[in-house]
């Protein structure tokens, strides 16, 4: 029981981490401080991660899970954010010398990296389709800010360029969602179970295969 409720304290931390940093990095003035700081946010957060391995897995939620196979995800997505930080460190402080960035602009891409980092992970974790839905949203639209950094012609367009590509992937994956809701209702009923992924796997054998089918060609 206390195993569990450590593991749900370690999502509840790789989860606020990223969000605490986050508005620290928007505020903080100076380079040297933001970019030790990310480092050092992304770092914990791995390190909080890691404690998954041995924790118990607590009962599923409504929102959130935890499983084996999440918390691989999790490991491998908090520690290549944590190497991409201690690298970025030094790239942006070359852009910075250069002056192809400007101090504002690196908070705005600090705060953005652990936002992003916060839903990649929430994604990971979530037990609900919608929720889902919404952190690879947050995800996808925090990278395209970050895409857009230099302001340049350049990479506006590449921002634009990653924004419509991603936001149509998007647009498919909540037509999916829906029709996979769509699917559950009939069998669990309306409301938030007909979203849970649990729920969803405990009854797929029921529902209609016609409407699974096809929020699977809109999902995958």
């Given at each position: ?10 999502v509840?931390?790789i ?10 990095l928007?505020v ?10 990310n480092v050092?946010?992304?770092l914990?957060?791995?390190?909080v991660a890691l ?10 939620g409504a929102?959130?899970l ?5 918390i ?9 954010g ?8 030094g ?9 192809r960035?400007?101090p504002?602009?690196?908070r705005f891409y600090?705060?953005?990296y ?14 609900n389709?919608?929720?889902m839905?919404?952190?690879?949203e947050?995800?996808?639209?925090t990278t395209v800010?970050?895409?857009g ?7 506006l ?7 419509i590509l991603?936001s149509?992937?998007i647009?498919?994956?909540l037509f999916?969602?829906?029709l996979?809701y769509?699917?559950?209702q ?6 938030g ?6 729920t969803?796997v ?19």
């Open positions: 029981m206390n195993a569990g409720a450590n593991a749900a304290d370690a509840a931390f989860l606020l981490i990223p969000v605490i940093a986050g508005g620290m928007a903080l003035p100076g380079y040297r401080l933001t970019a030790r700081l050092g946010a992304s914990l957060t791995f390190l404690t998954l391995l041995w924790a118990e897995r607590p009962a599923p929102y959130l935890v499983d084996d196979l999440n691989v995800f999790i490991v491998l997505n908090t520690f290549v944590f190497t991409a930080s201690v690298f970025s460190a790239y942006i402080a070359h852009e910075l010398e250069t002056g960035l400007t504002t602009y690196l600090h705060a953005m652990q936002i992003m980092m916060f839903g990649m992970n929430l994604a990971f974790v979530s037990n389709i919608g929720l839905w919404v952190a690879v947050l995800a996808t639209l800010l970050m895409v950094l230099y302001r340049t012609p350049e990479a367009e590449a921002a634009w360029k990653y924004f991603g149509v992937g647009a498919l994956a999916g969602t829906i996979v769509m699917a559950a009939p069998v669990v009923g309306e409301g179970e007909a979203m849970v992924w649990t969803l405990a009854n797929a054998a029921a529902f209609d295969p016609a409407l699974l089918n096809l929020a699977f060609v809109f999902l995958i």
